[in-house]
């Protein structure tokens, strides 16, 4: 692609050398078109993707995990998913018949995943204006960095983490690893 650009770019400047050979007027017009034309052909500075979301279901444990010093975890209780169908037939007798039936997608359940340790975590108004700070940068938090948890800190977190299978609104430690907001 920078390098199509490019050719193109010499086309032109090549293309105001050889209309400067005529003179006059038509010729400043036409090299100041190719000198704005130019200016387009500049490339900005190389911009290193955004990095990819970590698996966040991967950290979940659907039993609880054993006791372990040095790790902290939360458990939050899974609702039941549910899926309604509804077919429509025609019956000739009767018109158009509905029926609906429910079927079960995935079953209420508990879960388990690690959550940063108050030692990672420091002063809780510190990391919470981090935290805020990161969502921010990634556009997912639009209020003030105040420090302090709250609904859209909350929200914002949620929907970070639910972009990576972990659809809680509770700081997640492979979360807060990829946020930068603690060392590995």
């Known amino acids: 692609m920078q390098r199509e650009r490019f050719d193109q770019c010499h086309r032109l400047s090549l293309d105001c050398a050889s ?12 090299c100041g078109a190719i000198a704005v034309s130019l200016s387009g052909c500049a490339t900005g500075p190389q911009v290193a993707p955004p990095r990819a979301l970590p698996d966040l279901s991967a ?66 108004d510190l990391f919470y204006a981090s935290l805020q700070r990161a969502l921010k940068a990634r556009g997912l938090y639009d209020g003030p960095v105040t420090g302090l948890a709250n609904a859209a800190t909350g929200a914002a977190l949620q929907r970070y983490q639910a972009a990576a299978g972990l659809n809680s609104p509770v700081l997640s430690r492979a979360a807060a690893l990829s946020l930068g907001l603690i060392a590995h």
């Open 19 to 30: 209309h400067s050979r005529q003179g006059g007027m038509r010729r400043l017009i036409f």
């Open 59 to 124: 950290e979940l444990h659907f039993t609880p995990p054993p006791p372990d010093a040095g790790r902290c975890w939360h458990t939050e209780e899974r609702p039941a998913l549910f899926e309604t169908v509804t077919e429509q037939r025609l019956d000739p007798l009767r018109g158009i018949v509905s029926e609906s039936r429910q079927r079960e997608l995935r079953p209420r359940s508990r879960i388990w995943f690690r959550i940063p340790c108050p030692p990672e975590v420091g002063g809780a």
